[in-house]
């Protein structure tokens, strides 16, 4: 490669967080800074994370997002059982193929932090060349969920982008 050639553009990512509690400044959200430090570690570009709250907003900002095709969009919260707890069912019908092994891999690695990862109702899968996963709220439940990711997302990416290797 010579010194002229561009740099290849960094691949586009969104992290959105589900939190009536955190949007309205109740508290601040803990788990946004480190899905986008991730993100960073791994070559992507990310904007500044959109913090809404739970219910339908949380549909119609992934909505927006999937306008501006990002490679990927991380959601945080609004994976458990509270009445407003609605990410799941914000997701799925954006959803053209579901990736059931994906979420199943992440509750199996959150159960051997606490039995609380199995009541997450998150979803994984793609919405056109993008791939979005519902991760919980928590910062530990946000960490063990990268640590599963962190050997696919690459794999994921190409594939979405047409690379057919295994």
Request: hydrophobic share 40%.
């Given at each position: 490669?010579?010194?002229?050639?561009?740099?290849?553009?960094?691949?586009?990512?969104?992290?959105?967080?589900?939190?009536?509690?955190?949007?309205?400044?109740?508290?601040?959200?803990?788990?946004?800074?480190?899905?986008?430090?991730?993100?960073?570690?791994?070559?992507?570009?990310?904007?500044?994370?959109?913090?809404?709250?739970?219910?339908?907003?949380?549909?119609?900002?992934?909505r927006?997002?999937?306008?501006?095709?990002?490679?990927?969009?991380?959601?945080?919260?609004?994976?458990?059982?509270?009445?407003?707890?609605?990410?799941p069912?914000?997701?799925?019908?954006?959803?053209?193929?579901?990736?059931?092994?994906?979420?199943?891999?992440?509750?199996?690695?959150?159960?051997?932090?606490?039995?609380?990862?199995?009541?997450?109702?998150?979803?994984?899968?793609?919405?056109?060349?993008?791939?979005?996963?519902?991760?919980?709220?928590?910062?530990?439940?946000?960490?063990?969920?990268?640590?599963?990711?962190d050997?696919?997302i690459?794999?994921i990416?190409?594939?979405?982008?047409?690379s057919?290797?295994h």
């Amino acid at each position: 490669m010579s010194g002229c050639e561009p740099a290849p553009a960094l691949r586009q990512a969104s992290v959105l967080i589900a939190s009536t509690r955190a949007a309205t400044g109740i508290y601040e959200d803990q788990t946004a800074p480190v899905i986008r430090d991730w993100l960073t570690e791994h070559g992507f570009e990310t904007r500044q994370p959109l913090i809404v709250p739970d219910g339908e907003p949380v549909g119609s900002a992934l909505r927006a997002l999937l306008l501006l095709d990002p490679r990927v969009i991380i959601t945080s919260g609004g994976t458990g059982l509270s009445h407003d707890d609605l990410t799941p069912e914000m997701t799925q019908p954006l959803l053209e193929r579901e990736l059931p092994g994906v979420m199943q891999a992440i509750r199996a690695a959150g159960l051997a932090s606490t039995p609380h990862a199995a009541l997450s109702r998150g979803h994984a899968g793609t919405a056109g060349r993008t791939f979005i996963v519902n991760l919980p709220g928590s910062p530990r439940g946000v960490m063990d969920a990268l640590a599963v990711l962190d050997p696919i997302i690459g794999h994921i990416c190409d594939q979405l982008e047409g690379s057919h290797g295994h």
